[in-house]
């Protein structure tokens, strides 16, 4: 067999453990990660270090015959799983009353599986990332009345008001109930219906928390991740993707301190190599861990470079695999 040297590369999210981050060929954000992915021909092999989504859409835009694989096959994302298809057709289908393809546009948040992303590329949709969820917010509504946007409510919340929306025209649709708990009059009137899911990491972070770091230290930055309830976000200095957080610490002078609203692996890194600042998790009482995130050990990614010959690499149904694609390519494109 030949040696991997050259023929393959290893992506890292930023909530990786430090150690798997620092053996990679690159870091990144979702969005970061999937242009790589897209853009790599020259390599056979990729070895995704983050979850079952992100390596799913890796191999969904990378072309020709490149092998995608998930050192840890288990390392899944309990808000993508919010989204099961049997529920979101059993919603477009209520939805095709008021509409459907005519009026409503799907987006669907990353962070989700290929059959949802497909779903969105058969009718007329795109993935977002928290990176270009504004823009994919104004391609949605320069095109369609209305956008359907799944599985975080909380980014799609956050973006609607960033992006001008008025509360009033953003509703949520509960899956557990009949038509998403929503009257007509409330679906007619809504620009934007959110899909009721979360991160359950970004969620622990409260408007307490922010008030008691600014009570603690009155000259400290908050910056939180989008994903957070919009009581959080409304009291932070700023908020954005993963990446949007680490530009925004390096942009700051020496002496800063800074409260960061987002999974702890990235926060740890980000304190070492800024030394010169005072870095901290914004709750100081909670561990804000992405479990799945945290499967990946060193171990688990020897073993895959090792014995990559015998193990499953993640593919996609080709049927799925072209719509996804459709959705995925438009991504990055409005980006």
Same mark, same amino acid.
């Given at each position: 067999?030949?040696?991997?040297?050259?023929?393959?590369?290893?992506?890292?999210?930023?909530?990786?453990?430090?150690?798997?981050?620092?053996?990679?060929?690159?870091?990144?954000?979702?969005?970061?990660?999937?242009?790589?992915?897209?853009?790599?021909?020259?390599?056979?092999?990729?070895?995704?270090?983050?979850?079952?989504?992100?390596?799913?859409?890796?191999?969904?835009?990378?072309?020709?015959? $490149?092998? @995608?694989?998930?050192?840890? #096959?288990? %390392?899944?994302?309990?808000?993508?799983?919010?989204?099961?298809?049997?529920? &979101?057709?059993?919603?477009?289908?209520?939805?095709?009353?008021?509409?459907?393809?005519?009026?409503?546009?799907?987006?669907?948040?990353?962070?989700?599986?290929?059959?949802?992303?497909?779903?969105?590329?058969?009718?007329?949709?795109?993935?977002?990332?928290?990176?270009?969820?504004?823009?994919?917010?104004?391609?949605?509504?320069?095109?369609?009345?209305?956008?359907?946007?799944?599985?975080?409510?909380?980014?799609?919340?956050?973006?609607?008001?960033?992006?001008?929306?008025?509360?009033?025209?953003?509703?949520?649709?509960?899956?557990?109930?009949?038509?998403?708990?929503?009257?007509?009059?409330?679906?007619?009137?809504?620009?934007?219906?959110?899909?009721?899911?979360?991160?359950?990491?970004?969620?622990?972070?409260?408007?307490?928390?922010? $008030?008691? @770091?600014?009570?603690?230290? #009155?000259? %400290?930055?908050?910056?939180?991740?989008?994903?957070?309830?919009?009581?959080? &976000?409304?009291?932070?200095?700023?908020?954005?993707?993963?990446?949007?957080?680490?530009?925004?610490?390096?942009?700051?002078?020496?002496?800063?301190?800074?409260?960061?609203?987002?999974?702890?692996?990235?926060?740890?890194?980000?304190?070492?190599?800024?030394?010169?600042?005072?870095?901290?998790?914004?709750?100081?009482?909670?561990?804000?861990?992405?479990?799945?995130?945290?499967?990946?050990?060193?171990?688990?990614?020897?073993?895959?470079?090792?014995?990559?010959?015998?193990?499953?690499?993640?593919?996609?149904?080709?049927?799925?695999?072209?719509?996804?694609?459709?959705?995925?390519?438009?991504?990055?494109?409005?980006?």
């Amino acid at each position: 067999m030949k040696p991997l040297c050259g023929r393959a590369i290893i992506l890292t999210h930023h909530y990786q453990r430090s150690e798997i981050v620092e053996l990679g060929d690159a870091v990144g954000d979702s969005y970061g990660l999937s242009k790589i992915a897209a853009s790599r021909d020259d390599v056979e092999y990729i070895f995704f270090c983050g979850v079952h989504f992100m390596a799913e859409a890796a191999y969904i835009l990378s072309k020709g015959n $490149r092998k @995608v694989y998930l050192p840890n #096959p288990l %390392a899944g994302c309990p808000m993508a799983d919010m989204a099961e298809m049997t529920d &979101v057709l059993e919603a477009w289908e209520i939805l095709a009353n008021f509409g459907g393809d005519k009026r409503i546009m799907p987006i669907s948040y990353m962070n989700s599986a290929a059959g949802l992303k497909a779903f969105c590329g058969r009718h007329d949709g795109l993935i977002c990332t928290s990176s270009n969820a504004d823009a994919a917010y104004k391609y949605g509504l320069k095109r369609k009345e209305k956008l359907f946007f799944f599985p975080d409510q909380h980014l799609g919340y956050n973006t609607g008001i960033k992006f001008g929306l008025k509360p009033e025209d953003m509703v949520i649709w509960d899956f557990s109930l009949p038509s998403g708990g929503l009257t007509e009059e409330q679906i007619n009137r809504a620009k934007v219906i959110l899909w009721k899911g979360h991160c359950h990491v970004h969620t622990n972070f409260k408007a307490e928390h922010v $008030r008691e @770091v600014r009570e603690k230290y #009155p000259q %400290a930055r908050v910056v939180v991740h989008p994903e957070c309830s919009h009581d959080v &976000v409304a009291l932070a200095d700023a908020a954005g993707s993963t990446s949007f957080i680490v530009k925004y610490v390096e942009s700051q002078p020496p002496g800063s301190v800074i409260a960061i609203g987002t999974e702890i692996n990235l926060i740890h890194r980000l304190a070492h190599f800024h030394p010169e600042m005072k870095i901290f998790e914004l709750s100081g009482q909670i561990c804000p861990i992405c479990v799945n995130m945290y499967r990946t050990t060193v171990n688990d990614l020897a073993y895959c470079l090792e014995n990559f010959a015998d193990t499953h690499p993640i593919t996609v149904p080709d049927d799925i695999k072209m719509y996804a694609l459709i959705a995925l390519e438009r991504m990055l494109e409005v980006h």
